[in-house]
């Protein structure tokens, strides 16, 4: 009995990790999409109370190079504190990566 049980609980314990490397979407919708929004428009009550840029602007397109997206998203913003860091152990080189093509798809 004691071994089954043990069984179930590492099954458990392997399902309830994080989602799988590489699911961008997912990774976004986790930790970005409550300010950003599903589609990059910031059009949900946190992205409207702090003024959150809508991402599928042309002009933001232009004006927000990948390393300036890779840069805010690493070290955070100075101006407003909502928009915290996500260093290496929360996102990791491939997933930034992944974050910059996933908000280039939201243009247009
Ligand atoms: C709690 C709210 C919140 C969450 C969660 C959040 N952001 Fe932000 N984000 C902001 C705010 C507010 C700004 C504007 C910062 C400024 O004006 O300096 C911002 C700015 C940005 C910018 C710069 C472009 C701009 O319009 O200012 C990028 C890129 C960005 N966020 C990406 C992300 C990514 C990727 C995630 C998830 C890993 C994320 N954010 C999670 C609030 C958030």
Redesign the pocket.
């Known amino acids: 009995m004691k071994i089954i049980r043990i069984a179930v609980l590492t099954c458990f314990a392997a399902s309830a990790s994080a989602w799988a490397e590489d699911d961008i979407p997912a ?2 919708k986790a ?2 999409e ?3 929004g599903a589609d990059g428009k910031a059009q949900t009550k ?1 992205g409207k109370k ?1 003024k ?2 809508d ?1 599928t602007n042309e002009k ?1 397109q232009a004006n ?1 190079t990948d390393d300036k ?1 890779k840069k ?2 690493r070290e955070g ?4 504190k ?2 915290k860091a ?1 260093p290496a152990d929360k ?1 990791s080189d491939s997933e930034l990566d992944g ?1 910059v093509k996933h ?1 280039r798809s939201f243009k247009g």
């Open positions: 990774l976004w930790k970005c409550s300010c950003h946190q702090h959150v840029d991402m933001w927000w997206i805010i998203i913003s100075k101006d407003k909502e928009m996500f996102v974050l908000i």
